[in-house]
């Protein structure tokens, strides 16, 4: 990781653990559980179309179980993006190898917008950085948060 991105990722980090004031989960996140045969091609493929936000990750988005688990539920949760699907890859090890072999990505996390892939915890950092996350969002139908508070700014 970069020195920039290293250091965004830590300020994230810090700024999660200290700002949270309780559960991170919004009204719409939903940790879902694996189910059978969740290795599966077919099945993984419905996992990630089935909502337009979905994260594989280890943990929960209220106990991530690693930092950039962590940094990707604080960079949605900064955008105000409060309805998507998460799924622990920890309490699966077929959900763990097959999301990784779906996606010819080797990490965890992983982020899907509308059925597609995005990257991992470094490129969703990078699209938070130079804004294109406000840009995929809103093809999403989903209004980031941090154009409501840079507006806010700007008027005063």
């Not at 020195?3 to 810090?14: E, I, P, Q, T």
Request: hydrophobic share 35%; glycine share 14%.
């Amino acid at each position: 990781m970069s020195g920039s991105l290293g250091r965004a990722a830590a300020v994230l980090l810090r700024w999660g653990r200290g700002a949270s004031g309780g559960g991170l989960r919004g009204p719409g996140v939903r940790a879902v559980g694996s189910g059978g045969g969740s290795g599966s091609a077919e099945r993984l493929d419905a996992l990630v179309k089935k909502d337009k936000v979905v994260v594989f990750l280890k943990g929960t988005p209220e106990q991530p179980q690693c930092g950039f688990s962590n940094a990707v539920v604080q960079i949605l949760r900064l955008h105000g993006v409060s309805d998507y699907a998460a799924y622990n890859v920890l309490d699966d090890p077929q959900l763990r190898q097959g999301i990784k072999d779906y996606s010819n990505w080797p990490t965890i996390p992983q982020v899907y917008l509308n059925g597609e892939f995005v990257g991992g915890c470094d490129i969703l950092l990078q699209m938070h950085q130079n804004g294109d996350l406000v840009e995929e969002l809103k093809k999403l139908g989903i209004r980031s948060a941090l154009v409501d508070e840079t507006k806010d700014q700007d008027s005063k």
